[in-house]
């Protein structure tokens, strides 16, 4: 990185040498320009939020219903468990 600042290595170069995209190393300059050195960690691939994420509360719903059907010797399967809960509105 420090190589294509002081203008030793092209991208092109530094990026074969490296093992990663011209276009990966051009972002990577991008962040060091704003950022500094702190823009060079790796950062998390984790989306921001999980829309389809469910409630705690029909998250522990499903966990109660479970092991309710299991204790009764049923099927608590991903059929099962959703149209128990459609049934009960959840």
Sequence with gaps: M???????LTVTASA?????????LHE???RYR?????GL????RAPA??????SERVRQRIVTLW??????????GPVTI???LLGEGV
């Design 2 to 8: 420090l190589k294509i600042r002081v203008r030793q």
């Design 16 to 24: 074969t040498e490296s093992g990663v995209s011209r276009h990966y």
């Design 67 to 76: 092991a309710a059907l299991l204790a009764e010797g049923l099927d608590a």
């Design 49 to 54: 939020n999980s829309p389809q994420q469910v």
């Design 34 to 38: 704003v950022e500094g050195i702190t």
């Design 28 to 30: 990577l300059l991008a």
């Design 82 to 84: 959703p149209w128990h």
């Design 41 to 44: 960690e790796p950062r998390s």
